[in-house]
């Protein structure tokens, strides 16, 4: 069990998130990766490698790894942080409590979760571990600000539309800094980020067997 005390895990907790939202503000795009159990199996880190390297070619500063209960995917996971100390990687597609020790003894700076549960967030602020929730209606919301989420993920955006953020931020002061997640495509990213929205999460189709999406590269290339 780690030993962390209250104090010093509450205010790891805010700055963690202080710092994922100024990395946002500068580089609003989170990449999600996700690694293929044939990867895991023989511990192949080859096309992972070269992937990141490319996605740092084009200025991306965090990037999330999927959870996997596999036996390797801790070892897989610290040998491509080594090899990365500068990137913000999170953990994405948290669900279990069980799951954030790992998470924060392999040190990383954020993760996020499709859901708001509050026994996985009490643990994680003890823990001092960010769980970024993931929200869709007001009342999510407002309780994600309550306590004491300055951001939060709208999940699934693509559900949700594009004006959502505009409808509803009134109702919230402060505001929080909305990430969009979920079915979002490239036509998405300006809309999104013009409407009321700070950050945009990318992954699955457009990031698809170690390969960025071509109209992705295109969009990254003009920015």
């Not at 100390?85 to 669900?95: H, V, Y």
């Not at 996985?120 to 602020?125: D, E, F, K, S, T």
Request: aromatic fraction near 12%; include cysteine; charged fraction near 20%.
């Amino acid at each position: 069990m780690l030993n962390i005390s209250k104090s010093n895990s509450f205010n790891g907790w805010k700055e963690k998130q202080d710092s994922l939202i100024s990395s946002l503000i500068s580089q609003p795009l989170i990449i999600v990766l996700r690694i293929s159990k044939d990867n895991l199996d023989q511990l192949y880190f080859e096309d992972i490698i070269c992937l990141i390297n490319r996605l740092i070619g084009y200025d991306i500063k965090n990037i999330e790894i999927a959870w996997s209960s596999h036996p390797n995917w801790v070892p897989f996971i610290k040998e491509v942080k080594k090899q990365f100390t500068d990137i913000s990687f999170g953990a994405a597609s948290l669900t279990d409590p069980r799951s954030l020790e790992t998470i924060t003894e392999l040190g990383f700076r954020f993760s996020m979760s499709p859901f708001w549960d509050i026994k996985l967030q009490l643990r994680a602020r003890e823990l001092g571990q960010l769980v970024i929730p993931g929200v869709f209606s007001p009342s999510e919301i407002q309780q994600a600000i309550n306590f004491g989420y300055r951001a939060i993920k709208l999940f699934p955006a693509s559900l949700l539309g594009v004006n959502y953020i505009n409808q509803i931020g009134a109702s919230f002061h402060p505001s929080p800094f909305f990430i969009a997640a979920g079915g979002m495509k490239i036509r998405d990213i300006n809309l999104w980020l013009s409407n009321g929205c700070g950050a945009i999460i990318l992954g699955r189709d457009l990031i698809n067997n170690y390969h960025i999406d071509p109209d992705l590269e295109k969009w990254l290339k003009e920015k």
